[in-house]
Structure formats: C-alpha cells, structure tokens
C-alpha cells in the first residue's frame, strides 16, 4: 500500500509538464534555447510513452527532467 501513489497513473504529473514545455515554446524558447526546448520534448514524448507502457514512475521522472529543461529554455 505504501507504494500505491507509484501505480496510480501519473497523468497530472506529465499534464504539468507539458504545460512547462508549451509555456517555454510560446515564450520563445525554440528560438533562444533550442538544444533545451529539443531535449524537453524528448523527455515528453518518452513520458507519454511510459504512461502508455503503464511505467508511471519513468513517465512521472521523464516528466519532471522535461519540466526543467522546458524552465532552462524560458
């Protein structure tokens, strides 16, 4: 029970950074930080393919690298 959070899917964890990386795109991250903006998008599409994979603790760490790298490109 204690590791229930882990097998629940972790749909608002990616929904988050998806939104970081959206956001980071309209503030022109593609244009001044493109290596960043690439790397985050990377870790989205393998996020969305954990969560499909039903890997939510990979999905949930993709996720949150995206987010960070999608904050570096702001």
């Known amino acids: 029970v204690g590791c229930s959070s882990l097998k629940t899917p972790a749909t608002a964890d990616v ?3 998806k939104a970081a990386v959206d956001n980071a795109a309209g503030a022109g991250g593609v244009q001044y930080a493109p290596v960043e ?3 985050a998008r990377d870790k989205m599409v393998l996020a969305n393919k ?3 994979d039903k890997d939510y603790k990979l999905a949930r760490e993709l996720a949150a690298q995206a987010e960070v790298d999608a ?3 702001q």
Do not use: P
Request: aromatic share 0%; hydrophobic share 85%; no cysteine.
């Open 15 to 17: 929904a988050v950074s």
């Open 37 to 39: 903006m690439m790397a």
């Open 50 to 52: 954990a969560m499909a």
């Open 71 to 73: 904050k570096l490109a």
